[in-house]
């Protein structure tokens, strides 16, 4: 059985919770990632996601626009739409927030010698993307999705044709 440990990314990027939104949301782009865990005292508090960003930016105004043809039993139909300057207003305001406020609190992490069968089922049951790799209540690693793609990937041999 392969586990985690195999398969996992090290070393692992984090981040502290006082980091702002819009410096987290950078290093997410400039790293070519999808989300960090947040680290405090060397403990995992959070994971800060790409849609963490997403969820916090709220829109208030929105531009009515008329919608042709009507399906309204009105005969004139109208649809909200949030401006590409809005949400960059939005972005703005939640940008110098604290990543605190807005990360995933509720984390799950897992022991690297767990199976990645286990980290599967983990994953596709809590809907998450990812799995911070705790030994020793220490940060050591990653698993993605991706990760265990790659290690069953690896794991199987060259000459098994998948049919």
Same mark, same amino acid.
Request: proline share 6%; no cysteine; hydrophobic share 45%.
């Given at each position: 059985? *392969? /586990? *985690?440990?195999?398969?996992?990314?090290?070393?692992?990027?984090?981040?502290?919770?006082?980091?702002?939104? #819009?410096?987290? +949301?950078?290093?997410?782009?400039?790293?070519?990632? !999808?989300? *960090?865990?947040?680290?405090?005292?060397? /403990?995992?508090?959070?994971?800060?996601?790409?849609?963490?960003?997403?969820? !916090?930016? #709220?829109?208030?105004? /929105?531009?009515?626009?008329?919608?042709?043809? !009507?399906?309204? !039993?009105?005969?004139?139909?109208?649809?909200?739409?949030?401006?590409?300057?809005?949400?960059?207003? +939005?972005?703005?305001?939640?940008?110098?927030?604290?990543?605190?406020?807005?990360?995933?609190?509720?984390?799950?992490?897992?022991?690297?010698?767990?199976?990645?069968?286990?980290?599967?089922?983990?994953?596709?049951?809590? #809907?998450?993307?990812?799995?911070? *790799?705790?030994?020793?209540?220490?940060?050591?690693?990653?698993?993605?999705?991706?990760?265990?793609?790659?290690?069953? +990937?690896?794991?199987?041999?060259?000459?098994?044709?998948?049919?």
């Amino acid at each position: 059985m *392969v /586990k *985690v440990r195999e398969v996992m990314s090290t070393p692992v990027m984090s981040i502290p919770p006082e980091t702002l939104v #819009k410096d987290a +949301a950078a290093m997410l782009a400039e790293k070519n990632v !999808s989300g *960090v865990p947040v680290v405090e005292n060397d /403990k995992v508090v959070g994971v800060f996601t790409e849609i963490d960003v997403l969820r !916090s930016i #709220k829109t208030t105004k /929105k531009d009515l626009r008329l919608v042709f043809p !009507s399906i309204s !039993s009105l005969g004139i139909a109208f649809q909200e739409e949030v401006t590409q300057r809005e949400i960059l207003e +939005a972005y703005e305001e939640i940008g110098n927030t604290p990543v605190r406020d807005v990360m995933s609190k509720e984390v799950l992490t897992v022991h690297p010698d767990i199976t990645v069968n286990e980290a599967i089922v983990m994953m596709v049951e809590r #809907k998450i993307q990812r799995l911070p *790799v705790v030994e020793n209540k220490r940060l050591i690693g990653i698993v993605t999705r991706g990760d265990i793609i790659r290690g069953l +990937a690896k794991d199987r041999p060259a000459n098994n044709k998948v049919h």
